[in-house]
């Protein structure tokens, strides 16, 4: 059974890289249908072509846009094969695009992520569409949020269909007019009226007045007070950022971690723990600081977010987990075995600072104020504010883990810790089992693959808890345990402790709220199909009470609603990784009066902390509009946009509570 277990780990890991490393997947699908069946020489007709991209992905627009310097995207060109059969397309009609600003380019520049075009053609010949091998050629690039791919030909096979193009339809598009030049490429240019349609999402917020939150003026005004002052504040956010959500996986981690390392380094708990504890506070402050120097703010957040990251860290948990088993026997290659042996077991420092380096990444993992604060510092030119806090911040966090990884090597020099010990290390590796699940959750979040949903999260952990229960009665056991002639009253009391967990999961899946572990899965909605809302007359007589419970997406259309409804709008800057966030979600909004309050309001739901552009957008607005990179970030405006307050993550319900009665009417 745990061999199957580690297998299938094995093999989700081996799937994730698989699926990300994939060449074949071109991002695009491409349908192209005439407006008949058959046609005869002379005769006029219609081909439509539809484009749909995957969901981060998009090309460029057909005509060609130059910045000063003569340098601008490829544009998108499209031509008919056979050429022979049929007149020159000299116009067609498209979709508009959207228009947005091209950083790389410096320009407005137009982008589809899905459109449909019709092209007006005569046939020069007989043909018949459901025998003759007609295809549309599309020649595009594309592009996601980081990188574009080279230019190429993207053919689609003309289906034979009946359809019919009225003025109705041709209106709602744009006509572009088509030229080719002496080497017989097409160049397409829009009418003189044409109107472009910027993209929504991506405002030029350059011109706004950047609007302090609550936590940068609190910040400043301890950097007004003095250097003592400031220190201190950052020391007592660093204890207050240890109740964030984001801490508790590292509980079990570094316990078990430091357990299994105490056997192997007798005598050396103390330097363990003040390597793990100096290595937290310098990766921590070092890695904020230099990344957010070279990367900008949100840099440090991208890397703890980064899918080829939270694979990595799952990894590294996952090989804990098969240490702490004593399991290195599975048949893996015996130099990939040797390495893992080495680097779990031996007693050199560096896999001590490799833990506190993967503490750091996650504990960034949900930014709290004060580093999003400083880290927004740092991009502006300023280092020793940042850097002094920093480094009190993370000395204060740093604490209490430097006390759990020296307390395995105290408990190790208890009587016969022989037995116990191991049977404690394999529970340890269980739950480090069920840590590496949120790892491998934020990489699924991150590559949005909706493999990881909240019900299979829950069912994992099940069968983790399950298999702590089984072992702990002695149904089964591990490489180097001892056997078990009967079960003490002290097993049966931890095997029912797990059990009634495992009945509580169980509740989970039914839909109940799992409190503080709420946090650490993935949305509710994460994978789930969004329900569209059916506007029959009973929702229609509900009127604006459906616009205030809704969460709305996209910003300006939840602006538009708040407008004319006349109310708040309430922003919440979130993230699918945001451990944070999810505990907001789950613990804070669901409460009554929180909750009705809240649908007093227009509520829209902003995603960051992912390659989409939409996100990226998103987490933009925050920062140029409230200088903060902090989630979860929530913002109260008026009908006009202007700013009523801002809050950040609390377990305080009166202070939240508060903070929302400033936004209502």
């Not at 019919?164 to 097409?186: F, M």
């Amino acid at each position: 059974m745990l061999k199957k277990i580690i297998n299938l780990l094995f093999i989700i890991s081996l799937f994730f890289v698989y699926v990300t490393k994939a060449e074949d997947n071109k991002h695009i699908k491409i349908e192209a249908q005439s407006s008949v069946k058959k046609v005869t020489q002379g005769q006029d007709f219609y081909i439509k072509v539809n484009i749909k991209l995957d969901e981060y992905w998009y090309t460029y627009g057909f005509v060609q846009k130059l910045n000063s310097e003569g340098i601008g995207p490829a544009p998108t060109e499209l031509s008919i094969k056979p050429k022979e059969k049929f007149e020159i397309i000299d116009k067609f009609y498209a979709q508009k695009p959207k228009t947005k600003y091209d950083e790389g380019f410096e320009i407005d520049i137009d982008v589809y992520e899905k459109g449909e075009f019709y092209i007006p053609l005569k046939a020069k010949t007989d043909m018949d569409f459901e025998k003759d091998k007609i295809e549309i050629v599309l020649y595009l690039q594309l592009c996601d949020t980081v990188r574009c791919l080279p230019a190429e030909e993207f053919p689609a096979l003309v289906k034979a269909s009946e359809f019919s193009v009225d003025d109705n339809l041709l209106s709602e598009l744009v006509l572009l007019s088509v030229t080719y030049d002496e080497n017989g490429y097409p160049k397409a240019e829009y009418p003189d009226d044409y109107v472009s349609i910027s993209d929504s999402n991506q405002k030029n917020d350059s011109n706004m007045e950047v609007q302090q939150t609550e936590s940068n003026e609190i910040i400043e005004k301890k950097k007004q007070e003095g250097i003592f002052s400031f220190l201190w504040f950052s020391m007592l956010m660093g204890a207050i950022s240890l109740l964030t959500p984001c801490v508790f996986p590292m509980i079990p981690i570094t316990v078990s971690f430091f357990t299994k390392r105490a056997e192997k380094t007798k005598g050396k708990g103390l330097r363990d723990s003040l390597v793990y504890s100096l290595g937290i506070i310098s990766t921590f402050t070092a890695i904020g600081i230099v990344v957010a120097a070279i990367a900008g703010p949100t840099g440090i957040s991208d890397l703890a977010t980064n899918g080829w990251v939270n694979l990595g860290i799952a990894s590294v948990f996952v090989i804990f987990a098969l240490n702490l088993f004593g399991a290195f026997e599975i048949q893996l290659p015996t130099g990939l075995m040797n390495k893992l042996n080495s680097k779990s077991q031996g007693d050199s420092i560096v896999s001590v600072l490799v833990m506190g380096l993967v503490f750091s990444l996650t504990s960034f993992t949900c930014t709290v104020p004060f580093v999003g604060s400083s880290l927004i510092s740092v991009s502006s030119g300023e280092w020793f504010y940042p850097i002094l806090g920093m480094l009190g911040f993370s000395t204060v966090f740093a604490l209490p883990f430097f006390l759990l990884a020296l307390f395995p090597s105290v408990m190790n020099k208890m009587p016969k810790a022989g037995g116990w010990m191991n049977n404690i290390k394999v529970v340890m590796g269980f739950i480090e089992i069920a840590a590496a699940i949120k790892f491998f959750s934020n990489a699924d979040l991150y590559w949005s693959f909706e493999l990881i949903t909240r019900d299979l999260f829950i069912a994992i952990w099940i069968a983790c808890t399950i298999m702590i229960v089984l072992y702990i009665i002695g149904l089964f056991k591990l490489p180097h345990d001892s056997p078990v002639h009967g079960v003490s009253a002290t097993r049966i009391m931890i095997a029912l402790i797990f059990g009634a967990i495992t009945v509580w999961f169980f509740t989970g899946l039914l839909g109940k709220p799992l409190g503080e572990l709420d946090a650490f899965m993935p949305p509710k909605e994460y994978g789930v199909p969004e329900q569209p809302l059916i506007m029959g007359a009973s929702t229609r007589s509900a009127g604006a009470n459906i616009e205030l419970t809704t969460w709305y997406k996209d910003y300006d259309e939840a602006l538009a609603i708040a407008q004319k409804l006349n109310k708040t709008l309430f922003v919440d800057f979130t993230g699918w990784q945001c451990t944070n966030c999810r505990w907001m979600e789950m613990n804070m909004f669901t409460r009554s009066e929180t909750n009705s309050m809240l649908n007093q309001m227009v509520k829209v739901k902003l995603y960051t902390d992912s390659r989409k552009e939409s996100e990226i957008a998103n987490r933009k607005m925050q920062q140029d509009r409230y200088g903060s990179i902090d989630l979860p970030l929530y913002v109260l405006l008026d009908n006009e946009e202007k700013l009523i307050a801002t809050k950040a993550f609390t377990r305080d319900e009166n202070e939240f509570n508060d903070f929302l009665k400033k936004g209502l009417k």
